[in-house]
Nanobody, 120 residues
């Protein structure tokens, strides 16, 4: 059974940094998956934060550009989200998603999320 496990969340002061990890297990050819990081706060919609494609192309939401960096290590089946200059508005549960389409069949796997709290 495919599993995505996020880690690296925690409490950090404004202006601080965290590095989130999304580790995939029991997944074949992880390198062929696009991977997203989403975040969600209570009562709010889930927001797409960043994406790294199977080809290594990266994209970011406007509200994190210049502060967050997404990367992947296919040898370790892991995607990272480096978050710098964190602000209280970045407080949320961050989740990763691995997805690909084979023919017409979508394969989508979600992690359980990791809490990020930015507070002084």
């Amino acid at each position: 059974q495919v599993q995505l496990v996020e880690s690296g969340g925690g409490l950090v002061q404004p202006g601080g940094s965290l590095r989130l990890s999304c580790a995939a297990s029991s997944i074949s050819l992880f390198s062929r998956y696009d991977v997203d990081w989403f975040r969600q706060t209570p009562g709010n919609q889930r927001e797409l934060v960043a994406t790294v494609t199977s080809g290594g192309i990266r994209s970011y939401a406007e509200f994190v550009k210049g502060r967050f960096t997404i990367s992947r290590d296919n040898a370790k089946n892991t995607v990272f989200l480096q978050m710098n200059n964190l602000q209280p508005d970045d407080t949320a549960v961050y989740s990763c998603v691995a997805r690909q389409v084979l023919g017409t069949i979508p394969f989508v796997y979600w992690g359980q999320g990791t809490q990020v709290t930015v507070s002084s």
